[in-house]
Structure formats: C-alpha cells, structure tokens
T-cell receptor, first 114, second 115 residues
C-alpha cells in the first residue's frame, strides 16, 4: 500500500508570491490534516478535511487555505508569502480522523521564503 | 482550546538506560494520546498510543502511562539503543462526540542515546 505522498518536496518562493502544496493520502483514507512544523513551535495544526469538508481550522491567518477533492487528495495554498511562512508543511491521512484513528504522515514539503 | 506541554525539551542518556518524557494537557475532554517519533529528515511515525479508558500500555521496550486526574501522560523507553535517538512528540485529541478533529502536539523532546 502506498504511503502518504506530498509534492513538491522542496520549494523556494519570494515574499509576496503564492504557493500550492499537494497531498495524496493513503488509499481509502478520507481524512487529511495539515500541520506546519518549525524548530521552535513543533507541529501546529492548520486544518482538517474529511470527504471534501473542512471540519476544523487552526489559528492561522486567512492567507492559509485548503481544499479536498472527491478522491481525497488535498491541497493547501498560501498567498502573499511572508518570511515567517518558511517551514516544513506536513500532511497526515487517517481513516476517519487523526483524533480517532492512526494518522500517517507524508514526508513534507520544505518551503523557503526569501 | 487544548494546550499540551512537553518536558524535557532535550534528553541525553547512555545506551541501556531508561528515558522518560512527560506531557500535560489542559482539555479534560481529551481522550486519545498518541506518541510520534521523528528521526532526522524523516516523517513523524506513530510509536504507541493510549486512550483514556486505559492507564498503561506497553509494546516491547516502550510504555505509556496516563493519569487522567492529573491530566498527564508519559512515555517510557527502557534499554535505550542508539537507534532510539530522535525527536519524540506527544499529542492529545478529543475523539467521539466531543471531537474537534485535530491533534494538538507538544513541542517535542530531542532524545540522544550515547553509545
């Protein structure tokens, strides 16, 4: 069974640009969560999608948005990039939700904003 | 919302010793507590989890204990090996009817096992 796949693995963007990250969950998993990982803050929750519906959103500005498609693949978008957005972005998929069933993480997308 | 505190932030032990990492949580509705291990440059992976109807759970050299009254839970690794060196994250979530569909993570503990 293929694991969680995130693309691209690395991105370098300029301040003010926007970026779209992609996450393909494990086959059969309907829940996809996104987390921002930085050295000082650990893993911070961005949002969670289940069957194309956002069920929860973390404390991030509106520049961070996401969506989920009918095949459970998910994308997150960050507009008007700031230097502080540089981080590792991880997605995790689970059968019903990470709060209930094991969450499997992707390798992450390393975003650098210059 | 939920807040998870994790201590210590770094831990260095000699091979063969035990290691203990502690976490506290704030939301009494939380009832699912997973632990993740993240090796350098790798993705976080679940190593053990516990639900609030259980006080302790073991899996070979790893054990987790939960004290619901005090709102804290701990990870115990016995007979540590160099391959145990990694960052360990605790997390908490409310599942079931009170679910908010997310894991709240502690800030991580960098465990170094010296040969």
């Amino acid at each position: 069974k293929a694991g969680v796949t995130q693309t691209p693995r690395y991105l370098i963007k300029t301040r003010g640009q926007q970026v779209t990250l992609s996450c393909s969950p494990i086959s059969g998993h309907r829940s996809v969560s996104w987390y921002q990982q930085t050295p000082g803050q650990g893993l911070q929750f961005l949002f969670e999608y289940f069957s194309e519906t956002q069920r929860n959103k973390g404390n991030f500005p509106g520049r961070f948005s996401g969506r989920q498609f009918s095949n459970s693949r998910s994308e997150m978008n960050v507009s008007t990039l700031e230097l502080g957005d540089s981080a590792l972005y991880l997605c995790a998929s689970s059968l019903q939700g990470a709060e209930n069933t094991e969450a499997f993480f992707g390798q992450g997308t390393r975003l650098t904003v210059v | 919302g939920e807040n998870v505190e994790q201590h210590p932030s770094t831990l260095s032990v000699q091979e063969g010793d035990s290691a203990v990492i502690k976490c506290t949580y704030s939301d009494s509705a939380s009832n699912y507590f997973p632990w993740y291990k993240q090796e350098l440059g790798k993705r976080p992976q679940l190593i053990i989890d516990i639900r609030s109807n259980v006080g302790e759970k073991k899996d070979q050299r790893i054990a987790v204990t939960l004290n619901k009254t005090a709102k804290h839970f701990s990870l115990h690794i016995t007979e540590t090996q160099p391959e145990d060196s990694a960052v360990y994250f605790c997390a908490a979530a409310a599942s079931g009817g009170g679910s908010n569909y997310k894991l709240t993570f502690g800030k991580g503990t960098l465990l170094t096992v010296n040969p």
